[in-house]
Nanobody
Framework: QVQVVESGGGLVHPGGSLRLSCAASGTIFRIYNMGWYRQAPGKQRELVATITSGTITNYAGSVKGRFTISRDNAKNTVHLQMNSLKPEDTAVYYC????????????????WGQGTQVTVSS
């Protein structure tokens, strides 16, 4: 199957930067869209940024101009560069990959990582 693993979370002061990374592995036939969601305590999970296999990007209005999503198709990785971080960016960040597993060719499934904590605090 397909595994998705995030890394790079942590504690940062307001105005600081963090870079999240996510790698998809396993018996993958093809990966389509990848992206990031986040969930703050007591709130619903919300979209942060997405990127297609053709590197077309989409951002939530709250992060546009501060966050940049990128991907390396050869390595099945996606990254989220987060600049000018604010306390309201504090959340667990989840990566996803929409992929066809080799054993289920023709079926596209959204695979999720376990999440990585980002805390923005002084």
């Amino acid at each position: 199957q397909v595994q998705v693993v995030e890394s790079g979370g942590g504690l940062v002061h307001p105005g600081g930067s963090l870079r999240l990374s996510c790698a998809a592995s396993g018996t993958i036939f093809r990966i389509y869209n990848m992206g990031w969601y986040r969930q703050a305590p007591g709130k619903q999970r919300e979209l942060v940024a997405t990127i297609t296999s053709g590197t077309i990007t989409n951002y939530a209005g709250s992060v546009k101009g501060r966050f940049t999503i990128s991907r390396d198709n050869a390595k099945n990785t996606v990254h989220l560069q987060m600049n000018s971080l604010k306390p309201e960016d504090t959340a667990v960040y989840y990566c996803y990959a929409e992929a066809e597993a080799a054993v289920r060719a023709g079926t596209v499934i959204r695979y999720w990582g376990q999440g990585t904590q980002v805390t923005v605090s002084s």
